[in-house]
Antibody, heavy 117, light 106 residues
Framework: EVQLVESGGGLVKPGGSLRLSCAAS????????MNWVRQAPGKGLEWVSS????????YYADSVKGRFTISRDNAKNSLYLQMNSLRAEDTAVYYC??????????WGQGTLVTVSS | DIQMTQSPSSLSASVGDRVTITCQAS??????LNWYQQKPGKAPKLLIY???NLETGVPSRFSGSGSGTDFTFTISSLQPEDIATYYC????????FGQGTKLEIK
């Protein structure tokens, strides 16, 4: 069974940093691109970042470019999102999602990041 | 950046109704479009990929069509369990979601 479990969310002050993790199981993690998608409270979905299976290709939304860094460790079946210089508008539930071809076919349950003083 | 405009933003329909949601891209995206369903408090679920292909296990009452800039998502006969918010997503250039369509039962 495919499982994606996010962790690392919490309350952080503006300007602070946080590192999210996504533990993958039930599939060959090293064969898939992965995404981070976020959802602010009561708002819609926003794609944040993507990373290819071997980390050769990495992309970011303009809203996080230069502040967030996506990475993965295929030996540990894990995906990461390092978030620096956090702002109030980064407050959201962050989902990791497996990318199967065109769509994201499996998603984690999400981890809440709250940026507030 | 490619912008995705969904309409309507909310929709109320009766069980058994045919429901249609549209999504317009700000530029030609060929068929590089997905549709997702999100129920309250849950992660999104992929329903349609490549504009018109039904994801495995998704009921056949869901369908998608379109190419270029104009796309349509249809539920042929609305069921109570279809109450959710639906999102389109382009993947021609990075990835962008539409703003969502909240579907309610009348």
């Amino acid at each position: 069974e495919v499982q994606l479990v996010e962790s690392g969310g919490g309350l952080v002050k503006p300007g602070g940093s946080l590192r999210l993790s996504c533990a993958a199981s039930g599939f060959t993690f090293s064969s898939y691109s992965m995404n981070w998608v976020r959802q602010a409270p009561g708002k819609g979905l926003e794609w944040v970042s993507s990373i290819s299976s071997s980390s050769s290709y990495i992309y970011y939304a303009d809203s996080v470019k230069g502040r967030f860094t996506i990475s993965r460790d295929n030996a540990k079946n894990s995906l990461y999102l390092q978030m620096n210089s956090l702002r109030a508008e980064d407050t959201a539930v962050y989902y990791c999602a497996r990318q199967d071809g065109s769509g994201s076919d499996y998603w984690g349950q999400g981890t809440l990041v709250t940026v507030s003083s | 950046d490619i912008q995705m405009t969904q309409s309507p933003s909310s929709l109320s329909a009766s069980v058994g109704d045919r429901v249609t949601i549209t999504c317009q891209a700000s530029q030609d995206i060929s068929n590089y479009l997905n549709w997702y369903q999100q129920k309250p408090g849950k992660a999104p679920k992929l329903l349609i990929y490549d504009a018109s292909n039904l994801e495995t296990g998704v009921p056949s009452r869901f369908s998608g069509s379109g190419s270029g800039t104009d796309f349509t998502f249809t539920i042929s006969s609305l069921q109570p369990e279809d109450i959710a918010t639906y999102y389109c997503q382009q993947y021609d250039n990075l990835r962008t979601f539409g703003q969502g369509t909240k579907l309610e039962i009348k």
